[in-house]
């Protein structure tokens, strides 16, 4: 399994956009590049991500270097994984469920509770609320190619959106890039998933988040 040891920032969820992003820059990054389905999908855009926590919340920053950008998603809840999208999947309190938080490169997210693929039930506009979350592109339709572009997305998770009412010793998660309508197909993930075909929702190829 794998794990790393994230940082703790006091607060971290009181600090404004630009306080945020430019306090988790300095993190130290954990690279999204394991290509688990090389044959099908060999393309492997740039992707690191930047954790850290605080008594209350997980705050998370996405950087990414890719050479098609895609937003087209706009409303919540809407397809955002057929955009440059990145994702996070966590283990909740009762060990029977997960949520995913996915966001497209222009800030649109889909959230929800599962068991399952099929069994999802999506966070409302309230629930959803509580999730910040802002991206270096404005929020409105993108369709660009050219090589290496960059954008980053940033999102503040209280642990209670989670389920837990404090915070974990440790949490089971996985995070992902994909882009399922980008003209170079991917999934790449934090943590490698051990299947034939490409499946992100697999809670059993979880790592470890240390707090």
Known sequence: MKTFKAQYIPQVEALSNEQLRLTLSSVEPQ???????????????????????????????????????????????????????????????????????????????????????????????EKMSAIRHFTSLPHEQIDSRAEGQSWWAAEVIPFEALGFSEKPESLRANLYKCGDKCDKVHFLSWSPIGLLKPDFHCPEFFGKLRF
Request: with cysteine; proline share 4%.
């Open 31 to 125: 690279s999204i590049d394991c290509v688990n389905w090389p044959a099908e999908f060999p393309y492997a855009p740039a992707v690191n991500f930047k954790l850290a926590y605080s008594d209350k919340a997980l705050a998370i920053l996405f950087e990414v270097t890719e050479d098609h950008v895609r937003g087209m998603a706009t409303e919540s809840n809407g397809p955002v994984w057929q955009d440059s999208c990145v994702e996070f999947f966590i283990m909740t309190a009762d060990g029977e469920h997960y949520i995913n938080i996915e966001m497209n490169c222009i800030g649109t997210i889909l959230a929800a509770r599962r068991t399952c693929r099929h069994d999802a039930k999506h966070f409302d506009a």
